[in-house]
């Protein structure tokens, strides 16, 4: 399995948390308060320059009111 960041399996994922974002109503910068951190970070994650690990999918989720499965179908 490719560790690339630009995987397709990991594209999906990123996609998946746009769109929880997005139907959260949530602007980048409201999600890096309340995770306190910088919007950049959101920023990142989000154009895939950062990976994600499995704590912080965890940490989404609550934000976002989905459950984890909806990140790694």
């Given at each position: 399995?490719?560790?690339?960041?630009?995987?397709?399996?990991?594209k999906e994922i990123i996609e998946r948390l746009k769109t929880a974002?997005?139907?959260?109503g949530l602007a980048q910068q409201a999600v890096a308060d309340k995770l306190g951190k910088p919007q950049s970070f959101i920023s990142k994650i989000e154009s895939g320059e950062?990976?994600?690990?499995?704590?912080?999918?965890?940490?989404?989720?609550?934000?976002?009111?989905?459950?984890?499965?909806?990140?790694?179908k």
């Open positions: 399995m490719s560790k690339s960041v630009f995987s397709k399996d990991y974002r997005i139907e959260a950062r990976r994600l690990d499995v704590a912080e999918i965890k940490k989404f989720s609550v934000i976002y009111k989905k459950d984890v499965s909806f990140f790694i």
